[in-house]
């Protein structure tokens, strides 16, 4: 196990942050103000003279050894954050050298790196001022930057008319057919006896919460801009349960039909052309048919029950049904799968020519079952080919990214993107990823985000 060290400082989070670019599944041990081992470590040093600051960063690992240092002398000291910054590039530059890895985003390792984007822009500078600093100071490519400029400046667009009482409603299912093996939510397979038991008593609890919910909103004067039903995957529901949970949703949010309301129909193997025409009457505007990836090979390989053409089949059945606002998931970076056999997935998809196509980098999370399969990650730069293809394809297609997130543990820190035809926007994604609406969520695992002056309250 790999140990950090830090002496005259504790920047334990960014700087494993910035290790983990690097080495995704390494785990480390953490010391302070003590000697280091004789080996297999990364020591961070802050020395503090009267009116000089010395940082720097030694590698000592099986593979690999370097040193950096840098000295900073000032008429005013340092603060924390600008030491911890200085670290960080000085990580990344000899972890870069040694490895010969290059991630695109930099040294920002954060979730939502357009917010980085739209506060420079925000603060009046233009796209060329934008860039040089975030070049500079951050490491970030100029194809990263090219990707998180267009995504705000779309943005500008669906944000403009947001009001401070708005909100959006979340509902969530977490039942899905089975689990597949990079899945980290709170999902369970609907298949077991207990699943089955609970399932109905499940729908009763969050009808009752829906009721509760629209009270609330009701009596805090709150505007509904959208509404998002997840999971898991809601289409496990039957089409008898389905239709008493959006008939709820109709009862008690009155705007269904003049707003935003996706339902995830994401497993082919759960649809039925019953259940579509459930959905169909619900009010709801847009739904997810998602594929992941069109190779049954590795469709097989993570957990999926259902095959390639199956994806396809609902498709072409929602379509026949008049859904005109349809989204598809993809992964890049899926165990068993190719940069050629992603590429030819994308190519499926964007051939279908859904409304929206969003792809995600795969992440390893502790809590999917892929996690204890792998000893250390593969190299990343294949997926990085995969998802810079992504961005070339779909924008040549007519597709604008317009939405951007990234989460722990995703390979080469790369990022998950929709894309959408102009238009066809997802307002639900732009809200939660950007955190600039209150999200109010119902059901196991939903996490409520309230937008308050100044602070935003996670309940």
Same mark, same amino acid.
């Given at each position: 196990?790999?140990?950090?060290?830090?002496?005259?400082?504790?920047?334990?989070?960014?700087?494993?942050?910035?290790?983990?670019?690097?080495?995704?599944?390494?785990?480390?041990?953490?010391?302070?103000?003590?000697?280091?081992?004789?080996?297999?470590?990364?020591?961070?040093?802050?020395?503090?003279?009267?009116?000089?600051?010395?940082?720097?960063?030694?590698?000592?690992?099986?593979?690999?050894?370097?040193?950096?240092?840098?000295?900073?002398?000032?008429?005013?000291?340092?603060?924390?954050?600008?030491?911890?910054?200085?670290?960080?590039?000085?990580?990344?530059?000899? !972890?870069? +050298?040694?490895? &010969? #890895? $290059?991630?695109?985003?930099?040294? =920002?390792? @954060?979730?939502? /790196?357009?917010? *980085?984007?739209?506060?420079?822009?925000?603060?009046?500078?233009?796209?060329?001022?934008?860039?040089?600093?975030?070049?500079?100071?951050?490491?970030?490519?100029?194809?990263?930057?090219?990707?998180?400029?267009?995504?705000?400046?779309?943005?500008?667009?669906?944000?403009?008319?947001?009001?401070?009482?708005?909100?959006?409603?979340?509902?969530?299912?977490?039942?899905?057919?089975?689990?597949?093996?990079?899945?980290?939510?709170?999902?369970?397979?609907?298949?077991?006896?207990?699943?089955?038991?609970?399932?109905?008593?499940?729908?009763?609890?969050?009808?009752?919460?829906?009721?509760?919910?629209?009270? !609330?909103? +009701?009596?805090? &004067? #709150? $505007?509904?801009?959208?509404?998002? =039903?997840? @999971?898991?995957? /809601?289409?496990? *529901?039957?089409?008898?349960?389905?239709?008493?949970?959006?008939?709820?949703?109709?009862?008690?949010?009155?705007?269904?039909?003049?707003?935003?309301?996706?339902?995830?129909?994401?497993?082919?193997?759960?649809?039925?052309?019953?259940?579509?025409?459930?959905?169909?009457?619900?009010?709801?505007?847009?739904?997810?048919?998602?594929?992941?990836?069109?190779?049954?090979?590795?469709?097989?390989?993570?957990?999926?029950?259902?095959?390639?053409?199956?994806?396809?089949?609902?498709?072409?059945?929602?379509?026949?049904?008049?859904?005109?606002?349809?989204?598809?998931?993809?992964?890049?970076?899926?165990?068993?799968?190719?940069?050629?056999?992603?590429?030819?997935?994308?190519?499926?998809?964007?051939?279908?020519?859904?409304?929206?196509?969003?792809?995600?980098?795969?992440?390893?999370?502790?809590?999917?079952?892929?996690?204890?399969?792998?000893?250390?990650?593969?190299?990343?730069?294949?997926?990085?080919?995969?998802?810079?293809?992504?961005?070339?394809?779909?924008?040549?297609?007519?597709?604008?990214?317009?939405?951007?997130?990234?989460?722990?543990?995703?390979?080469?820190?790369?990022?998950?993107?929709?894309?959408?035809?102009?238009?066809?926007?997802?307002?639900?994604?732009?809200?939660?990823?950007?955190?600039?609406?209150?999200?109010?969520?119902?059901?196991?695992?939903?996490?409520?985000?309230?937008?308050?002056?100044?602070?935003?309250?996670?309940?």
């Amino acid at each position: 196990m790999t140990t950090l060290v830090f002496i005259g400082n504790d920047f334990k989070y960014e700087m494993e942050n910035v290790a983990k670019l690097f080495f995704p599944l390494a785990h480390f041990h953490f010391v302070y103000d003590e000697a280091p081992p004789e080996s297999d470590y990364i020591l961070f040093k802050r020395e503090q003279g009267e009116d000089s600051v010395s940082l720097s960063v030694q590698v000592e690992l099986p593979a690999w050894q370097g040193k950096s240092g840098k000295e900073f002398s000032f008429t005013e000291m340092p603060d924390d954050n600008a030491c911890e910054a200085e670290l960080a590039r000085q990580l990344f530059t000899l !972890l870069h +050298e040694m490895t &010969g #890895l $290059r991630p695109q985003w930099g040294i =920002l390792t @954060g979730v939502r /790196p357009v917010k *980085l984007v739209q506060k420079r822009l925000a603060a009046g500078l233009d796209d060329e001022e934008v860039r040089t600093e975030m070049k500079e100071k951050n490491f970030v490519t100029d194809h990263k930057l090219d990707l998180a400029l267009k995504i705000a400046h779309v943005q500008e667009n669906v944000l403009k008319d947001l009001a401070p009482r708005d909100y959006s409603l979340y509902l969530s299912i977490p039942y899905c057919p089975s689990r597949c093996s990079y899945c980290s939510f709170v999902s369970h397979a609907v298949t077991g006896k207990k699943a089955q038991e609970l399932l109905p008593k499940y729908l009763m609890a969050l009808i009752k919460e829906l009721r509760v919910t629209a009270e !609330l909103a +009701e009596r805090q &004067g #709150l $505007r509904l801009r959208s509404i998002y =039903l997840g @999971g898991g995957t /809601p289409t496990v *529901l039957s089409a008898s349960q389905l239709r008493q949970l959006t008939g709820a949703v109709k009862q008690y949010f009155p705007h269904v039909g003049e707003i935003e309301y996706t339902i995830e129909a994401g497993r082919p193997d759960t649809i039925t052309p019953e259940k579509l025409e459930v959905i169909k009457d619900s009010g709801a505007t847009r739904i997810s048919i998602n594929p992941q990836t069109f190779s049954d090979e590795v469709l097989q390989g993570v957990g999926r029950k259902h095959t390639a053409q199956d994806v396809i089949d609902c498709y072409h059945m929602a379509r026949e049904m008049g859904y005109d606002d349809i989204n598809m998931d993809l992964i890049a970076g899926l165990p068993g799968d190719t940069y050629e056999g992603f590429c030819k997935s994308l190519d499926t998809a964007a051939e279908l020519a859904p409304e929206n196509i969003t792809v995600h980098s795969l992440t390893v999370k502790r809590s999917s079952a892929l996690y204890s399969q792998l000893s250390e990650m593969e190299d990343y730069r294949p997926v990085q080919r995969m998802m810079d293809y992504t961005a070339e394809k779909l924008m040549a297609a007519g597709y604008d990214p317009y939405y951007l997130y990234r989460q722990k543990n995703t390979v080469g820190n790369l990022e998950n993107v929709g894309y959408a035809r102009p238009g066809h926007w997802g307002e639900y994604n732009i809200y939660i990823m950007e955190e600039v609406q209150t999200i109010l969520a119902c059901g196991a695992g939903a996490v409520s985000k309230v937008v308050l002056p100044g602070r935003l309250e996670r309940v």
